[in-house]
């Protein structure tokens, strides 16, 4: 039997899992995101554990995935000071000398939504995870999109709310979608964490009138099969229909997507896309290597 790592990078934790070549999470650590040297020591002694064919990681960023570039493989121009051009897939292949995939966190997520989850059998799906921060992955027939860089959909633009009056969390744009609609924004404007707010804040048509705009344009981006979203602040449930709503409003029937229970959805895999998306990208790789 081949065994499969996973490591999630985050921003605040690493999620390190082994799995098979069914995807079965085996064992599954976490370790809290310190220093690199901490960090890493951890990630790397919970692998030494294992005869691995491959590892699959995805990773906060912005991250170096262009594979002929000098720095493929770095955290580059992260705000977490010292991830900055750290040399994330070098420091790996030291310790395993392994098929190694690397990517960014929202991709890896999309691809375990694409391969086992909501985009089983669609061409090409769009993950969004809405939580500490916001961000986005497509992929489009098993590819994900790409060109000079990765996309930062979570810092798109969006419309302000009328009755919207916080500055924005963003560190870089203020009110982009990630400063208007991150856990962090919610928090910001209210004083109070989203899992503490009441089901029925109006807060809550805020936050759904800005990931309404993020689908809406993706919409009219890229016409994927589905779009799902997930990140601790969609564990609201309230907040999917009332996005489908907001979404409707905006679009004004001006393209028929598909039906949208089926369009706009939460992740089939609940907390694990991610981890199921590294191993996959795991197994893809050690495949054609
Ligand atoms: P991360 O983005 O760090 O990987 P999460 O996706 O869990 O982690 O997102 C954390 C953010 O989501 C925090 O800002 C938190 O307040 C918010 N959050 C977590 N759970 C909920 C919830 N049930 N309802 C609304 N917001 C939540
Ligand atoms: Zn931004």
Redesign the pocket.
Known sequence: MKLYGSIEA???KFVCAVGDEELTILERVSFPTTTPEETMAQVIAFFQQYELAAIGIGSFGPIDVHRDSPTYGYITSTPKLAWQNYDFVGTMKQHFPLPLAWTTDVNAAAYGEYVAGAGVGRTSVVYY?I???VGGGALQEGRFVEGFSHPEMGHMLVRRHPEDTFAGSCPFHHDCLEGMAA??A??GRSGT???DLAADDPIWAMEAYYIAQCCYNTTLMLAPDVIVLG???M??PQLLPMIRTAFSELLQGYVKTPPLEQYLVAPALADNPGTIGCLALARETALHS
């Open positions: 985050g921003g605040t995870t939580g500490t921060g856990g962090p919610l928090e964490k989203g899992q990140g601790g602040v564990k609201q």
